[in-house]
């Protein structure tokens, strides 16, 4: 079974930070293209940061840049979103999706909240 399982969000003050985790099962995230995306209560998804699986490649939304890096551990089978210096602009729910690169994810996780407040 194909599956992609988030973990590791929560509540930080600004200024903080939170590591993601998005563990895979039923595949190798090595062969393929791995994101995030994060949805904003009353806003549109937006993708954050994403992995390919032919070079490693890696591409950041500017709001994140500087601030969040994504990574990948092959004998883990699970991506990794570092983020820090968080700002409440940040808060949303975050999902990790999984796709062969050149075409959409057609595989998500369930989400894991991320809440930057003080």
């Known amino acids: 079974q194909v599956r992609l399982v988030e973990s590791g969000g929560g509540s930080v003050e600004p200024g903080g930070s939170l590591r993601l985790s998005c563990a895979a099962s039923?595949?190798?995230?090595?062969?393929?293209?791995i994101g995030w995306i994060r949805q904003a209560p009353g806003k549109e998804r937006e993708g954050v940061s994403c992995?390919?699986?032919?070079?490693?490649?890696?591409n950041y939304v500017d709001s994140v840049k500087g601030r969040f890096t994504i990574s990948r551990d092959n004998a883990k089978n699970t991506v990794y979103l570092q983020m820090n210096s968080l700002k409440p602009e940040d808060t949303a729910v975050y999902y990790c999706?999984?796709?062969?690169?050149?075409?959409?994810?057609?595989?998500w996780g369930q989400g894991t909240q991320v809440t930057v407040s003080s």
């Open positions: 039923g595949f190798s995230v090595e062969y393929y293209s």
């Open positions: 999706a999984a796709g062969v690169v050149g075409g959409p994810y057609d595989t």
């Open positions: 992995i390919s699986s032919s070079d490693s490649s890696t």
